[in-house]
């Protein structure tokens, strides 16, 4: 079946650094991939969606210099968190809408990030 | 019963026993609806989904429903197991596959 495997699990970094983290659809082409963030006992908020080729689409009120996605190839999104603080620590999780089927949408497993 | 948490409100049954999750979502314009299972420090499962001109759609041992009037949709869970419990969302999308999730439901089973 489809899977969609994130990079890191978890992460720990020094405040003030940035840190990357990878989306990848491992056996599918994913035109669209989805990142979002989610606190603990807290839902899933849709940080932003990746479009292959073009500028992400952010949700209103994400920073887009501070969240910095790349969507280079049908099977590769990257999540930059920029200039990381304590309060950006938390679960990010991808997701990736297999092409053409649009609706069919797989989850990574999700990485911790925590910014000491 | 239930009770509401810090965040999450959560739902105790005995194994066994048959369970249900409620859900309310919000924008009438979306056509397809999502259950997805959480288990702590991992991403979404997908459960089960259905789409809009369904009203029902079954599992194994879960079932979908969805009423559109109200705006409501449920997780049935028969013969409830350790081994469900979990977080459970449910997420709505219209186009383009942005799925909205709800707040989610923590399902404890006891023995």
């Not at chain 1, 992400?56 to 920073?63: H, I, L, M, R």
């Amino acid at each position: 079946g489809a899977v969609v495997s994130q990079h890191p699990s978890w992460v720990i970094c020094k405040s003030g650094t940035s840190v990357k983290i990878e989306c990848r659809s491992l056996d599918f082409q994913a035109t669209t991939m989805f990142w979002y963030r989610q606190f603990p006992k807290q839902s899933l908020m849709l940080m932003a969606t990746s479009n292959e080729g073009s500028k992400a689409t952010y949700e209103q009120g994400v920073e887009k210099d501070k969240f910095l996605i790349n969507h280079a190839s049908l099977t590769l999104s990257t999540l930059t968190v920029t200039s990381a603080h304590p309060e950006d620590s938390s679960f990010y999780i991808c997701s990736a809408s297999r092409a053409p089927s649009g609706n069919t949408i797989y989850f990574g497993e999700g990485s911790w990030l925590t910014v000491v | 019963g239930e009770s509401v948490g810090l965040h999450l409100p959560t739902l105790s049954v005995q194994e066994g026993d048959n369970s249900i999750i409620n859900c309310a979502y919000s924008n009438s314009a979306s056509d397809y609806f999502i259950w997805y299972k959480q288990e702590s420090g991992k991403g979404p499962q997908f459960i089960i989904d259905i789409r809009s001109n369904m009203d029902k759609r079954q599992g194994q041992r879960v079932t979908v429903l969805l009423n559109k009037t109200v705006k409501h949709l449920s997780l049935q869970i028969a013969a409830t197991q350790p081994g469900d419990s979990a977080v459970y969302f449910c997420a709505e999308t219209g186009t383009a596959s942005k799925l909205t999730f709800g707040t989610g439901t923590r399902l404890q089973v006891t023995l």
